[in-house]
């Protein structure tokens, strides 16, 4: 578990997704924080996107370079995560690419 730090929207953390159900994103891997920094401050809890490498594109995928590796953040797999998964703190995402993510959400859960 990483310190208890702030942890703010559009930081990237290494987090322990698993266990795991059906086709769930698996796996120990990078994910953006996307709840907003009031909910985060005041939560033990935190929504994450996970980033993946895979290429093939899907409608909601949001392409991204992370660490110098292209892949796509994933809203359609959105995780609410205790602080306890959190393990590592890679960065953070460059801002064009949240704010692309957080327009992908407003799109998915528009009336």
Known sequence: MVSPSPVSRGDVFLVALNPTR????????PCVVVSPDELNAHMGTFIVAPLTTGSRSYPFRVPCCFEGKQGHVVP???RTV??????KHLGVLPELTLFEVLEVLQDMFAV
């Open 82 to 87: 205790d602080r306890e998964r959190l393990v």
């Open 22 to 29: 059906g086709q769930e994103i698996q796996k120990t891997r």
């Open 76 to 78: 359609d797999q959105l």
